[in-house]
């Protein structure tokens, strides 16, 4: 499956647009985590822990959404778009949702 963030693929001419597909996913980051992340904000440096929930939950949001889009009969999805966004104030919470448009492609043989 061709998952691009470009609205076209060269050389694969697009046959049918078949809708918009979504993947979402809500992590839940932990008190150890959080204060791992607060002494890295008081000393500097990486939170690594955050960097790694971060990166599983926007590769699950993104196998969401091309499921998704197998389901439809896609071949690719273009115009993807990666959204993050907290909830809540305190609660740790921290949604990706990926979304693009599922379609048909016409490979062109040269």
Same mark, same amino acid.
């Given at each position: 499956m061709l998952v691009t963030t470009t $609205?076209?693929?060269?050389?694969? $001419? %697009?046959t049918q647009y078949l809708? %918009?597909?979504?993947?979402?996913t809500i992590a839940g980051v932990n008190v150890f985590k959080d204060l791992?992340?607060?002494i890295r904000n008081v000393v500097g440096g990486r939170s690594e822990a955050?960097?790694? /929930?971060?990166?599983?939950?926007? /590769?699950?949001?993104?196998?969401e959404?091309?499921?998704?889009?197998? /389901?439809?009969?896609? /071949?690719?999805?273009?115009?993807?778009? %990666?959204?993050y966004e907290t909830l809540g104030t305190d609660n740790g919470m921290l949604m990706v949702t990926a979304s693009g448009t599922a379609v048909r492609f016409s490979a062109v043989r040269n």
């Amino acid at each position: 499956m061709l998952v691009t963030t470009t $609205p076209t693929v060269e050389g694969y $001419p %697009i046959t049918q647009y078949l809708r %918009i597909v979504c993947g979402e996913t809500i992590a839940g980051v932990n008190v150890f985590k959080d204060l791992a992340a607060g002494i890295r904000n008081v000393v500097g440096g990486r939170s690594e822990a955050y960097e790694r /929930e971060l990166t599983q939950a926007r /590769e699950t949001a993104l196998a969401e959404m091309v499921q998704r889009a197998q /389901e439809l009969g896609a /071949e690719g999805v273009v115009g993807v778009d %990666i959204d993050y966004e907290t909830l809540g104030t305190d609660n740790g919470m921290l949604m990706v949702t990926a979304s693009g448009t599922a379609v048909r492609f016409s490979a062109v043989r040269n």
